[in-house]
Structures are given as structure tokens and as C-alpha cells.
């Protein structure tokens, strides 16, 4: 089964400096794979996804994750964190083994940035 | 131009009772999902509409759970005899098969509470 593992509770950093989330993926064939943010009370925000391509895809409110084949993996990365990117970050696969389209989602990373 | 939106955005009922959420998708989104966020954890697929008809229905987790989709646009998600397992946050996502992306976009969840 298609599969994506987000290994980080939570995780701190300093406003203005460079954040990551991490995600890995398990799939079979091609990875669509995604990245959402949700806010308190807030459904998901779509940020970015990789289909194919360049490895760095760019996204939302200076959002980018790199997809790297060999350690599948498919980090979310910001040069400079925002006290107001704080919230809750889901990676998610595309799963079509029903033959249907679904995402299949990770157990989500609380980021907290600090002032 | 208008997201997805749902209705209630917050259902109080008792153990026992029927409940209906409603899903009004992105307009000339032909496909629909709801999903189910349980606090503290990811989101778990329900099932899946393309037009009216469900093809994907391996999330429903009971038989008490059905969901209809009319028009090729708004959906209700019937839970019948609810129990207190089934407190969560209900969402509604909708996409655009065909585009680059299948990327989906979420509505802002019903957050159901069963007393």
C-alpha cells in the first residue's frame, strides 16, 4: 500500500531561521506526492506537489520541498520561518490501488515557531 | 472564486441519533471526497465521488455511514445511530481530474461531537 511517514511530532525553530519537515514516502510506481498546511479551526491548504520534474518544487508563501528518489523523501523547507507559519503540516501520496484516486496522508508535524 | 464549503461547521448530538453533513465542492469539480480527521491524528479517506456516483467506498468504517452526491455537486454524509467513536472532524475535499495536479482542495470540516 502507498504509504508516507512523517517521523516529527513537532517540530521548533527560531523566526528567521531556515526550517524543515520531514516526510518519506512508500509507493509503488511513480510518487504524486503533496504537502498541505492547516491553520486552528481551518481545513487544509494546498502548498505544493511534485508529479515529475525538477527535484526542487516551489509552492506557497515561500514554501519549497525536494524530492529525492534514493532516500525517498520529500522534505518541506523555508530559508527564513514566520511566526505565522505555525500550524499543522500533512505530506501526502496520490493512491491508486483501488483504481481510484485518494491521498493518503501522513500523521501530520506541528511546526511552532518561536519570536 | 468560491472553495469548497461545509455545513454545520459544528454538530453537538447525542449518542444514538442520525446526523447529516453537508459538502458544496468547488463548481465544475466533478470529483469529490470526504475524509475524517480524528483529534491529534491524520486524515483518513471515507470515499470518493466521480459525478454522482461513488466508485470508492473502502473508507466507510460501518454500515452506519452512507453518503450521496446529487447534480454532480453538493454531497451529505449520513452517519446513522452515531456513536462516540465517531467524534471527529469531517472534510470535504474536491478536484478537477484531468488537470496536471489532482491536487484536491479542502472545505473548512464540520467538526461533529457526539455526547
Known amino acids: 500500500a502507498q504509504s508516507v511517514a512523517q517521523p516529527e511530532d513537532q517540530v521548533n525553530v527560531a523566526e528567521g531561521n531556515p526550517l524543515t519537515v520531514k516526510c518519506t514516502y512508500s509507493v509503488s510506481g511513480n510518487p504524486y506526492l503533496f504537502w498541505y498546511v492547516q491553520y486552528p479551526n481551518r481545513g487544509l491548504q494546498f502548498l505544493l506537489k511534485?508529479?515529475?520534474?525538477?527535484?526542487l518544487v516551489k509552492g506557497s508563501y515561500g514554501f519549497e520541498a525536494e524530492f529525492n528518489k534514493s532516500q525517498t523523501s520529500f522534505h518541506l523547507k523555508k530559508p527564513s520561518a514566520l511566526v505565522s507559519d505555525s500550524a499543522l503540516y500533512f505530506c501526502?501520496?496520490?493512491?491508486?490501488?483501488?483504481?481510484?484516486?485518494?491521498?493518503?496522508f501522513g500523521t501530520g508535524t506541528r511546526l511552532l515557531v518561536s519570536p | 472564486g468560491a472553495g469548497v464549503s461545509q455545513s454545520p461547521s459544528n454538530k453537538v448530538t447525542e449518542k444514538g441519533k442520525d446526523v447529516e453533513l453537508r459538502c458544496d465542492p468547488i463548481?465544475?469539480?466533478?470529483?469529490l471526497y470526504w475524509y475524517r480527521q480524528r483529534l491529534g491524528q491524520g486524515l483518513e479517506f471515507l470515499i470518493y465521488f466521480q459525478g454522482n456516483s461513488a466508485p470508492d467506498k473502502s473508507g466507510l468504517p460501518s454500515d452506519r455511514f452512507s453518503a450521496e452526491r446529487t447534480g454532480e455537486s453538493v454531497s451529505t454524509l449520513t452517519i446513522q445511530r452515531t456513536q462516540q467513536e465517531d467524534s471527529a472532524v469531517y472534510l470535504c475535499a474536491s478536484s478537477f481530474p484531468g488537470t496536471s495536479g489532482y491536487e484536491q482542495y479542502f472545505g473548512p470540516g464540520t467538526r461533529l461531537t457526539v455526547t
Open positions: 463548481s465544475g469539480h466533478t470529483a
Open positions: 501526502a501520496v496520490r493512491d491508486m490501488t483501488t483504481g481510484f484516486q485518494k491521498l493518503v
Open positions: 511534485y508529479i515529475t520534474g525538477d527535484n
